[in-house]
């Protein structure tokens, strides 16, 4: 099976066991009178276009919020993410400095001020890359069999049984999946 497909099965099962078992589809919503006034009455509709159009128009304007963030609104804020641009202000921004250094700064509302000092990097404490046995043992003991644990596809099961290793004294398995996951970990590569 391709991966893609796999992927997309593991996704729809997912929803399947979220949504539990469905009798019958979607036959109803519950949506605004009006669309573009977020105070209007709430009605049900019930034609399956009606219910097509809403829907469609609703992850339309939701799409759209993106766009009136201040990164997109604001042209000096848009530069300063322009991946493409020599001028952008990344690093500023991780290390807390931004305002001081952007041009036409006084452009830039107070909250905008506020939530973009908030965007800085903050490092109080350092997360240790070694894992042991005993991390090893307490991640996968509780987890459910059949869970997928990556897109290899491979489920929880091979790890239990890795589990069962320990128990009879044999590490190798177990040593060996710990050594790939710390190797990831440290060469910041991940695991596909």
Known sequence: ??????RNSNYYKNIRDALGKQTSPLTQIE???????????HITLSVKHEIEESILHRNRKHSLQALATPFLAKSQLNQAID????????????????????KDSTLLTNTERVWIKNLRT?????I??????DDFVQFFKHK???????????????YKVALECIHFESFIIPD????IAQT?????NPLD
């Open 1 to 6: 099976m391709p991966l893609l497909k796999q």
């Open 31 to 41: 949506a605004l009178s009006d669309p573009s006034d977020p105070l209007s009455p």
């Open 83 to 102: 991946p493409e641009s020599n001028e952008n202000s990344f690093e500023h921004i991780l290390s807390g400095q931004f305002n001081e250094n952007i």
């Open 122 to 126: 903050v490092i109080d404490q350092e």
């Open 128 to 133: 240790s890359l070694s894992l042991s046995i």
């Open 144 to 158: 459910r069999e059949r869970t997928a644990s990556s897109l290899s596809g491979r489920h929880m099961g091979h």
């Open 176 to 179: 060996l999946i710990i050594n």
């Open 184 to 188: 990831a970990l440290l060469t910041a």
